[in-house]
């Protein structure tokens, strides 16, 4: 692994307990990306226009990567152009900032084409306001390499444009084919169920426990990247579940945007099942569930939300219970689990078959001949049948979706 020094300059009077998080949850992205952390420096203090943090503070993070022999110093603070490079030149060693590591980490893994598309959409969204800065850094110096560019022209930021405008419009279109997939999936009689929450909340846990699959479960930030789908039944009820990318904290809205069809499997889904760290301390999960919920208002389109309290196995229960009273307001319909032991897994399948979209009811009647036999075989298929009795006809009590429910309508018995 990599060695890498992590640096962090926190605001005057800024929480501490936050400026710990942030640190911590910096680590675990380095991490994540395969660096080892080898040491960390923090200063308070109001950002420097040429370095972030001070002068004096650079000086003396030089010393600690030659001490410590590190190949990368990564901030935590989104550094501009000209601070990369001076910092760089005083360390003589590879800098970045936070957002570049997330980069790096999705660059990484990214497999499918629209998951690669969506990292060169966000690093050209992040390179586009510095573009200029660049080229004249690298005229002035000489410096090809410099920011990832193996050479430069007067016309980088047009070519940035021009490469946005092409992926954007290549992802539109792969956007209509997710609509039409989910379409298609709500015509086969399944409703949709994604997994969303902050990394590391335990939601590729869940999945892998719900679906009853093997799936990369890592303790390490952005395990899902590719949204993966499995199907499920609960109650006889079909169900697509999909385990999306997790959420981070400070997630610039620029950021959010590119990996927007990623996060469609989360905004077109029926159910958004939410998993929540209960181990986090409260006002970390207070925090969480706003963002969360900042991210899915207008863009949801009102789908239920199941709150799953994940990791209660790590705490007692009157402490659960203190955090839940906490906390409730932002969390609509929670459900308390361990997705490690089992905990409260049938509570949470049978709250999630009660919020699914409903079915509607009826009872009919059907000839008994060869074509009322195909149609009980079609609706085992498409329904759930809660009952059935065979006679001159074949009385059926079904429950399905309101399509399935018109095509059987003249076989409909009345009520009265």
């Known amino acids: 692994m990599r060695k890498a020094i992590v640096v962090q300059r926190n605001d005057p009077n800024a929480d501490e307990a936050e400026n710990e998080r942030k640190l911590a949850e910096l680590k675990e992205l380095a991490h994540a990306s395969d660096y080892t952390v080898v040491g960390s420096m923090v200063q308070s203090r109001y950002p420097d226009r040429k370095y972030q943090v001070g002068r004096g503070k650079v000086e003396e993070l030089a010393e600690l990567v030659e001490a410590l022999e590190a190949e990368k110093v990564i901030f935590n603070n989104q550094l501009s152009t000209t601070q990369i490079y001076n910092i760089s030149e005083t360390c003589k060693c590879e800098v970045m900032d936070r957002f ?3 980069l790096e980490i999705f660059a990484a893994r990214a497999t499918t084409r629209r998951a690669k ?3 060169e959409l966000a690093k050209l969204q992040y390179e586009l306001p510095k573009a200029k800065s660049i080229v004249s850094l690298l005229k002035k110096e000489e410096r090809p390499g410099f920011m990832g560019l193996g050479g430069y022209e007067d016309s980088y930021e047009q070519d940035i444009k021009k490469r946005i405008v092409r992926i954007r419009t290549e992802l539109m279109h792969s956007c209509k084919g997710s609509e039409s997939l989910r379409t298609f999936r709500h015509e086969r009689g399944f409703s949709l169920v994604a997994l969303a929450g902050y990394t590391n909340a335990g939601k590729s846990t869940l999945f892998q426990l719900l679906v009853k699959e093997g799936t990369i479960v890592e303790d390490m930030l952005f395990t899902t990247l590719s949204p993966t789908t ?3 039944t609960i109650n006889q009820r079909k169900v697509l579940l999909t385990d999306t ?9 620029w950021m959010v945007d590119a990996f927007r069809s990623t996060l469609d499997e989360i905004f077109l889904a029926d159910m958004i099942l939410l998993v929540v760290d209960m181990s986090d301390p409260v006002d970390v999960i207070r925090q969480k569930l706003a963002v969360s919920h900042d991210i899915f208002w207008k863009r949801t389109g009102g789908a239920t939300i199941v709150t799953a309290l994940n990791k209660t196995d790590l705490l007692p229960d009157e402490q659960l219970q203190e955090k839940l009273d906490a906390i409730s307001y932002l969390a609509p319909n929670p459900v308390m689990i361990s997705a490690v032991s089992g905990q409260g897994i049938d509570e949470l399948k049978q ?10 009811h009826s009872h009919i009647s059907i000839p008994m001949s ?3 036999m195909s149609m009980v075989s079609w609706l085992y298929d498409e329904g759930i049948v809660h009952s059935i009795e065979y006679g001159d006809s074949i009385i059926m009590e079904i429950e399905a979706r309101n399509e399935i429910i018109q095509k059987v309508k003249q076989f ?5």
């Open 100 to 102: 570049q590591l997330i």
């Open 117 to 119: 598309l969506q990292v």
């Open 230 to 232: 499995r199907s499920l």
């Open 245 to 253: 990318v997790g959420f981070i904290e400070d997630l610039p809205h």
């Open 351 to 360: 709250l999630l078959y009660k919020k699914l979209p409903k079915w509607e």
């Open 370 to 372: 060869e074509e009322g």
């Open 412 to 416: 409909e018995i009345s009520s009265e």
